[in-house]
Nanobody, 122 residues
Framework: QVQLVESGGGLVQAGGSLRLSCAAS????????MGWFRQAPGKEREFVAA????????YYADSVKGRFTISRDNAKNTVYLQMNSLKPEDTAVYYC???????????????WGQGTQVTVSS
């Protein structure tokens, strides 16, 4: 069982930056791949980024590649999403999720946080 709590969302102007954190409980955090997803009103949940259990492999959606960076600190049971050069279209609720294997498909993930709102003003 893994419990996830996101933080770090907020309101930012276009071009600005935010850093999201996702704190996990449980001793098995380091055995899970972690993903970030987002969902805007009226839209389907979409993949943003994922990282392997070791942190050695990372994956990004084309829409965020070069602007967002996913990382993890297994000693702190935390995964991060550094978001730079934010655009209004990045506005959404951002969720972190855990899965033993990792995937860009949200249906594959077993555990989810409650989400944190990110709003980017133009």
């Amino acid at each position: 069982q893994v419990q996830l709590v996101e933080s770090g969302g907020g309101l930012v102007q276009a071009g600005g930056s935010l850093r999201l954190s996702c704190a996990a409980s449980g001793r098995t955090f380091s055995s899970y791949a972690m993903g970030w997803f987002r969902q805007a009103p009226g839209k389907e949940r979409e993949f943003v980024a994922a990282i392997s259990w070791s942190g050695g492999s990372t994956y990004y959606a084309d829409s965020v590649k070069g602007r967002f960076t996913i990382s993890r600190d297994n000693a702190k049971n935390t995964v991060y999403l550094q978001m730079n050069s934010l655009k209004p279209e990045d506005t959404a609720v951002y969720y972190c999720a855990a899965d033993p294997l990792g995937s860009s498909d949200y249906l594959e993930y077993d555990y989810w946080g409650q989400g944190t709102q990110v709003t980017v003003s133009s």
